[in-house]
């Protein structure tokens, strides 16, 4: 056979074609389409709303108003490398709604994120910031007083966040120790706010002015 007929004889080619070689391409070819189907099911988005309210008056008002996505629910982290932690940030419509499609993103159903809204003061044109004199909201469930969200695969939908923090330029701290033997994930929780009743459920989340999560082991930690 010449290389012309090889050429427009694909189905006289295949007899040139070792067996196990044309097995392996089935393979990749039956791979790539299982691939393909994943990155359908892997398809991740966000979308809510965003209130501003009487917080917004003590800023700029062209100050813009941008919603972000971390990959920790750890703050001070997300603020020692925001350049690590987050994993997108957009600005939000005039109506204050939002979409983010995370599809391409390192993050899967079932990863807890942090979802966050702020309105940059002193915004340049640049990469926004917080700093001292801006103003943020945090998505939370009341409930359970968990800032963290867990992904769904899919449509997520229904997200709000109220900003009604404003960013100070003083540190504070709390330190102390958890006593017992008991071991596992322990969320710490500062609140400034009034205590009505022994369920902590009750709580006003506006009151929460620190949250952080820790890993305790027998040892008191």
Do not use: W
């Amino acid at each position: 056979m010449n290389i012309d007929g090889f050429v427009k004889s694909p189905t006289a080619a295949l007899r040139f074609i070792p067996r196990h070689l044309i097995l392996f391409l089935m393979a990749l070819f039956l791979a790539a389409c299982s691939a393909g189907g994943d990155g359908e099911m892997k398809a991740l988005n966000i979308t809510g709303t965003v209130s501003t309210g009487s917080m917004a008056k003590s800023v700029s008002g062209t100050a813009p108003l941008f919603i972000a996505i971390a990959k920790s629910t750890d703050i001070s982290a997300i603020m020692d490398d925001p350049g690590e932690a987050i994993i997108d940030l957009v600005e939000v419509n005039d109506d204050g709604t939002f979409t983010i499609d995370l599809t391409d993103t390192e993050l899967v159903a079932g990863d807890e994120i942090l979802i966050f809204a702020f309105m940059d003061n002193d915004y340049d044109g640049g990469v926004p910031f917080l700093d001292p004199g801006d103003v943020v909201g945090f998505y939370a469930n009341t409930g359970s007083l968990k800032i963290g969200y867990t992904l769904k695969a899919g449509e997520n939908s229904g997200i709000h966040i109220d900003i009604n923090r404003r960013v100070y330029d003083y540190e504070a701290a709390v330190s102390g120790t958890i006593e017992g033997t008991e071991s596992g994930e322990v969320t710490l929780i500062a609140y400034a706010g009034e205590i009505t009743s022994s369920d902590f459920t009750k709580l006003d989340f506006d009151g929460v002015i620190g949250y952080r999560k820790v890993t305790k082991g027998a040892e008191p930690l």
